[in-house]
T-cell receptor, first 111, second 112 residues
Framework: SQQGEEDPQALSIQEGENATMNCSYK?????LQWYRQNSGRGLVHLIL?????REKHSGRLRVTLDTSKKSSSLLITASRAADTASYFC???????????FGGGTRVLVKP | NAGVTQTPKFQVLKTGQSMTLQCAQD?????MYWYRQDPGMGLRLIYY???????DKGEVPNGYNVSRLNKREFSLRLESAAPSQTSVYFC???????????FGPGTRLLVL
């Protein structure tokens, strides 16, 4: 079973627009992480947000975490064609340091 | 530092054949993980090793075995490959609990 469920499954936007994707999870967590995966490649870590944090920024990325709703969002501002990738949330559950991944959001940024 | 390395990059097996996927990390991390990723899906944990000398099952361990050879190396073995094991396999390592995992480039496995 997957801890994280992502929404939407796919997203198509024009270069310069913002992209928002959401992740919901089921159990309490230590932290939640977002990863990017380009087609056929490995995973690249983007941001880690701890359970006592509500918002975090890294460059054009903004992540929010609402533990009461068990949900997180990833916002990519001013998107570029190079942002085309799949984005995954992963939760580090309170019971251990194993990551459980969502199914991912496939983002296509059109030039 | 090379980070997390995996060999081979790509492998084709026939049903019933065996093989070992190798993973090594040079970051002196304690914990190591094996995941599989099926098309269009997220990663699922197969086995992990919280520290040298220990291994534990993840979400989908059936059909696999692992060995934590030393602190650097964590191998995944398929004793009798099945078409359902066609997937991309990722190894990862973790330095400290609560921090981010570092992933290898993956091994693409096709079982015919």
């Amino acid at each position: 079973s997957q801890q994280g469920e992502e929404d939407p499954q796919a997203l198509s936007i024009q270069e310069g627009e913002n992209a928002t994707m959401n992740c919901s999870y089921k159990t309490s967590i230590n932290n939640l992480q977002w990863y990017r995966q380009n087609s056929g490649r490995g995973l690249v870590h983007l941001i880690l947000i701890r359970s006592n944090e509500r918002e975090k920024h890294s460059g054009r990325l903004r992540v929010t975490l609402d533990t009461s709703k068990k949900s997180s969002s990833l916002l990519i501002t001013a998107s570029r064609a190079a942002d085309t990738a799949s984005y995954f949330c992963a939760t580090d559950a309170a019971a251990g340091n194993k990551l459980t991944f969502g199914g991912g959001t496939r983002v296509l940024v059109k030039p | 530092n090379a980070g997390v390395t995996q060999t081979p990059k790509f492998q084709v097996l026939k049903t019933g054949q065996s093989m070992t996927l190798q993973c090594a990390q040079d970051m002196n991390h304690n914990s190591m993980y094996w995941y599989r990723q099926d098309p269009g899906m997220g990663l699922r944990l197969i086995y992990y090793s919280a520290s040298e000398g220990t291994t534990d099952k993840g979400e989908v361990p059936n059909g696999y075995n692992v060995s934590r050879l030393n602190k650097r190396e964590f191998s995944l073995r398929l004793e009798s490959a099945a078409p359902s094991q066609t997937s991309v396999y990722f190894c990862a390592s973790l330095g400290q609990v609560g921090e981010t995992q570092y992933f290898g480039p993956g091994t693409r496995l096709l079982v015919l």
